[in-house]
C-alpha cells in the first residue's frame, strides 16, 4: 500500500477522482476496472454505496493498479472502519478536524471538502492533502483563479459541477485535480452495464485534463 504521500501525489497524477454513488455495489467492481482501463486510476466508494466496506475491500483485491478511497466520510470512526477495509484515501464533503487528525495517524490522504477561503485555509492547515472544493459549481473555475492568486499553496479538487465541458477550464483555474461523479459515473450506465461506454468517457476526461495541463 502506498505511503501517505505517495498517495496524495498520485490523487494529482491523471487529474480525475472517480466518485461512484451507486444503489447496489454489484456491478462496482466492473465499473471500476472500465474506469482504470480508460486511464482514471483513483476511485472513490462513497460510503452511501450499499455495503460500502465490503465493496472498497472487494476493489481492493480485484482492481490492481487502481487507487481505492472513500467518500462521504463524516467521523472518525468512519476512517479507521474504512482503512481497515482498504480504503487508500479519505475523502469527506465537511471539514472536521478530527477525520483529519485520523487519517494522519492512519498516514491516508485526506480531502476535506470547504466552500469559502477561510474554510479551505483552515481544512489545508489542519493538514489537509488537498481541499475538495464543494460544491464547485456554483462559482465556477473563475472561483479557483481568484482564490489560488492569493494561496497559490492549496491545493484544491473542484467537485460538483465537473464535467467534460468545465474540466479543462477547471484545470486552467488551477485546480490539482477533478472529483467527477454522475457526469462520468452516470446511473444509466451502471444500470445499463455499458462499461465500454465507460471507459470511452474515462478516457475522454484524461485527455481534456492532459489538454489543459499542456495549455496551461
Same mark, same amino acid.
Given at each position: 500500500? =502506498?505511503?501517505?504521500?505517495?498517495?496524495?501525489?498520485?490523487? #494529482?497524477?491523471?487529474?480525475?477522482?472517480?466518485?461512484?454513488?451507486?444503489?447496489?455495489? @454489484?456491478?462496482?467492481?466492473?465499473?471500476?476496472?472500465?474506469?482504470?482501463?480508460?486511464?482514471?486510476? #483513483?476511485?472513490?466508494?462513497?460510503?452511501?454505496?450499499?455495503?460500502?466496506?465490503?465493496?472498497?475491500?472487494? #476493489?481492493?483485491?480485484?482492481?490492481?493498479?487502481?487507487?481505492?478511497?472513500?467518500?462521504?466520510?463524516?467521523?472518525?470512526?468512519?476512517?479507521?472502519?474504512?482503512?481497515?477495509?482498504?480504503?487508500?484515501?479519505?475523502?469527506?464533503?465537511?471539514?472536521?478536524? @478530527?477525520?483529519?487528525?485520523? #487519517?494522519?495517524?492512519?498516514?491516508? =490522504?485526506?480531502?476535506?471538502?470547504?466552500?469559502? =477561503?477561510?474554510?479551505?485555509?483552515?481544512?489545508?492547515?489542519?493538514?489537509?492533502?488537498?481541499?475538495?472544493?464543494?460544491?464547485?459549481?456554483?462559482?465556477? =473555475?473563475?472561483?479557483?483563479?481568484?482564490?489560488?492568486?492569493?494561496?497559490?499553496?492549496?491545493?484544491?479538487?473542484?467537485?460538483?459541477?465537473?464535467?467534460?465541458?468545465?474540466?479543462? @477550464?477547471?484545470?486552467?483555474?488551477?485546480?490539482?485535480?477533478?472529483?467527477?461523479?454522475?457526469?462520468?459515473?452516470?446511473?444509466?450506465?451502471?444500470?445499463?452495464?455499458?462499461?465500454?461506454?465507460?471507459?470511452?468517457?474515462?478516457?475522454?476526461?484524461?485527455?481534456?485534463?492532459?489538454?489543459?495541463?499542456?495549455?496551461?
Amino acid at each position: 500500500m =502506498p505511503g501517505r504521500t505517495e498517495a496524495a501525489a498520485r490523487l #494529482c497524477d491523471k487529474g480525475i477522482i472517480a466518485i461512484v454513488r451507486a444503489r447496489s455495489s @454489484a456491478q462496482l467492481i466492473d465499473a471500476a476496472r472500465a474506469m482504470l482501463a480508460g486511464g482514471v486510476d #483513483c476511485i472513490e466508494i462513497t460510503m452511501t454505496t450499499p455495503n460500502a466496506l465490503a465493496v472498497i475491500a472487494a #476493489c481492493r483485491k480485484e482492481v490492481a493498479g487502481a487507487l481505492i478511497g472513500v467518500g462521504s466520510v463524516l467521523d472518525a470512526p468512519t476512517v479507521k472502519a474504512a482503512v481497515a477495509a482498504g480504503a487508500q484515501y479519505v475523502v469527506s464533503p465537511i471539514f472536521n478536524p @478530527a477525520v483529519v487528525q485520523a #487519517c494522519a495517524a492512519a498516514d491516508v =490522504p485526506t480531502m476535506p471538502g470547504a466552500f469559502t =477561503p477561510t474554510e479551505i485555509q483552515a481544512a489545508s492547515a489542519a493538514g489537509a492533502d488537498i481541499v475538495k472544493v464543494f460544491p464547485a459549481g456554483f462559482f465556477g =473555475p473563475e472561483f479557483f483563479r481568484a482564490i489560488l492568486a492569493p494561496m497559490p499553496h492549496l491545493k484544491l479538487s473542484p467537485t460538483g459541477g465537473v464535467d467534460l465541458t468545465t474540466a479543462g @477550464a477547471f484545470i486552467k483555474a488551477g485546480a490539482a485535480t477533478l472529483g467527477v461523479g454522475s457526469a462520468l459515473v452516470s446511473k444509466d450506465i451502471l444500470a445499463a452495464g455499458d462499461f465500454g461506454r465507460l471507459q470511452d468517457i474515462a478516457s475522454q476526461y484524461v485527455r481534456a485534463v492532459a489538454d489543459a495541463r499542456a495549455a496551461k
